[in-house]
Nanobody
Framework: QVQLVESGGGLVQPGGSLRLSCAAS????????MGWYRQTPGKQRELVAV???????DYADFVKGRFTISRDNAKNTVYLQMDGLKLDDTAVYYC???????????WGQGTQVTVSS
């Protein structure tokens, strides 16, 4: 069974930076998509950034140019470097792993990111 453990959330001032990490334990398929989603109270969870095992990345328009996703396939870890943080980036950030051939979908427990002055 795959478990995802996130770290790196916290409180930061507008314009600041944070780096989220998500380590997956257990065996992940060689073809997978790892990524980050976020959710605020009363709103649906939304995609932030994802990266395939082949290195193709996709970003939500609202983070393009500010956030960078990367993954280390050998360590089953995905990162999210968040720069130029804005008040609207405040949310719980969730790590996700999707295996397209099996249809398996895994979620982390979430990590709080708060941007406040």
């Amino acid at each position: 069974q795959v478990q995802l453990v996130e770290s790196g959330g916290g409180l930061v001032q507008p314009g600041g930076s944070l780096r989220l990490s998500c380590a997956a334990s257990g065996k992940i398929a060689s073809i997978s998509v790892m990524g980050w989603y976020r959710q605020t109270p009363g709103k649906q969870r939304e995609l932030v950034a994802v990266e395939s095992s082949s290195g193709n990345a996709d970003y939500a328009d609202f983070v393009k140019g500010r956030f960078t996703i990367s993954r280390d396939n050998a360590k089953n870890t995905v990162y999210l470097q968040m720069d130029g943080l804005k008040l609207d980036d405040t949310a719980v950030y969730y790590c996700n792993v999707f295996e397209p051939f099996s249809g398996r979908n895994y979620w982390g427990q979430g990590t709080q990111v708060t941007v406040s002055s």
